[in-house]
């Protein structure tokens, strides 16, 4: 099947592959944990902690990850992350103790922030095929989440919660398959650098801030505000789940249309409707308008999550440079994604929810007019 994807695309396909099949042993976890967490001998404060203890570690881990990648190369620190998930993943499985789960959580944490940065290497390194092997890389990363929102439900009524986590662990270790099929590089192992702080650029806090306000805060507010503003609570989550899968699958079908169509030959035209969409949705949740401003979010941050990568790597020209501005990119998106969980919950206690959207709005525009004023392409 390799053969008929151009030879350019095949270790961003090959490194999707990887993520998307680890993915699925992270995505089964946050919709069995708050249901059997007895079953796993857990309270519900465990839940949380394990559930948020893998987006914490990769802050911790982000400075060296990419003397890491100097140091081994992409395609043996992605061999070593499918060792790690595989591990975290067997975990659950056997069902050790609630420590022994949170130093599972915090090897998976590891390995995704190892995964990921091998992905966004892979789809950057050949500038003339950028935007194609994002689009490779955004849809191929979604399939593994996506059929996990779909069929854990079905499977866990036919078999149990159990044995769908040692379906995921045999999913982690199929990914050794894809891993090992990457091409061994030519170049003698690197020297690594010191560890560096993603200090970020106007881009990268324009990223932080558009993710905080429609992946972190918006994915636990989602619910509560629908509520707010009259819905029932079965609407309200049948509403929200709905949502959540459409954001999936439109994040798949733009991947997708990115590799069969040249669909951002006008790349800054769509930037500019991307963040454009985002700041008209910032209104609208100002206005408690929640619905329509949560599918112009979805449609506006899952465009500039593709765009942005592509705009990143093409501003630099070594590899360590697009490795660090990448790395940089995927560390303030993880701080609002972690950020964003806690946040959220003090916004739904106080009830100030639209005011903060309000004021992300202000803040979206304060940001765009500085990339403006610096001159920052």
Same mark, same amino acid.
């Given at each position: 099947m390799l053969r008929l994807i151009h030879q350019g695309s095949r270790s961003t396909v090959l490194a999707s592959l990887v993520l998307t099949l680890t993915l699925v042993s992270d995505a089964v976890l946050y919709l069995l944990l708050p249901l059997f967490f007895d079953s796993f001998g857990l309270t519900v404060l465990w839940v949380g902690i394990l559930l948020s203890a893998n987006r914490f570690v990769r802050l911790f881990v982000n400075p060296w990850l990419v003397p890491w990648f100097q140091y081994f190369g992409a395609r043996t620190a992605l061999i070593q992350a499918?060792?790690? =998930?595989?591990?975290?993943?067997?975990?659950?499985?056997?069902? /050790?103790?609630? &420590?022994?789960?949170?130093?599972?959580?915090?090897? &998976?944490?590891?390995?995704?922030? +190892? !995964?990921? +940065?091998?992905?966004?290497?892979?789809?950057?390194?050949?500038?003339?095929?950028? !935007? *194609?092997?994002?689009?490779?890389?955004?849809? *191929?990363?979604? !399939?593994?989440?996506? @059929?996990?929102i779909l069929l854990t439900p079905l499977l866990v009524v036919h078999i149990s919660a159990q044995a769908v986590?040692?379906?995921?662990?045999? @999913?982690?270790?199929?990914? +050794? *398959?894809?891993?090992?099929a990457l091409?061994?590089?030519?170049?003698?192992?690197?020297?690594?650098?010191?560890?560096?702080?993603?200090?970020?650029?106007?881009?990268h806090r324009l990223t932080f801030l558009l993710c905080l306000l429609f992946d972190g805060v918006w994915t636990v507010i989602l619910a509560p505000l629908l509520v707010a503003t009259g819905w029932s609570i079965p609407m309200a989550l049948t509403v929200t789940s709905a949502l959540l899968v459409f954001k999936r699958i439109y994040n798949t079908t733009l991947g997708m249309l990115t590799v069969r169509f040249d669909i951002w030959q006008h790349d800054r035209f769509w930037l500019v409707i991307a963040l454009g969409l985002m700041l008209v949705a910032c209104g609208l949740m100002g206005l408690q308008v929640v619905l329509l401003a949560s599918v112009l979010g979805i449609l506006g941050h899952g465009a500039f999550m593709i765009l942005v990568p592509k705009l990143l790597s093409d501003r630099v020209g070594a590899v360590l440079e697009r490795?660090?501005?990448?790395?940089? /990119?995927?560390f303030w998106r993880d701080l609002a994604a972690?950020?964003?969980?806690?946040?959220?919950?003090?916004? *739904? =206690? &106080?009830?100030?929810?639209p005011e903060f959207y309000g004021l992300g709005g202000v803040? @979206?525009? @304060?940001?765009? /007019?500085?990339l403006r004023l610096t001159g920052q392409k």
């Open positions: 499918v060792v790690l =998930a595989s591990a975290a993943s067997l975990s659950f499985v056997f069902l /050790f103790s609630p &420590w022994t789960l949170l130093f599972a959580r915090l090897l &998976w944490g590891c390995a995704y922030a +190892l !995964m990921r +940065l091998a992905c966004l290497h892979y789809a950057t390194e050949e500038p003339e095929r950028r !935007m *194609i092997n994002l689009g490779w890389y955004t849809s *191929i990363q979604e !399939m593994g989440p996506l @059929l996990v986590l040692l379906l995921a662990f045999v @999913l982690c270790l199929l990914a +050794l *398959i894809p891993a090992l091409p061994v590089p030519h170049a003698d192992r690197g020297v690594s650098t010191g560890a560096q702080w993603p200090w970020p650029d106007a881009w490795q660090q501005t990448l790395n940089t /990119f995927t972690a950020v964003g969980a806690l946040l959220a919950s003090l916004l *739904i =206690a &106080w009830e100030v929810a803040a @979206l525009v @304060l940001l765009l /007019f500085s």
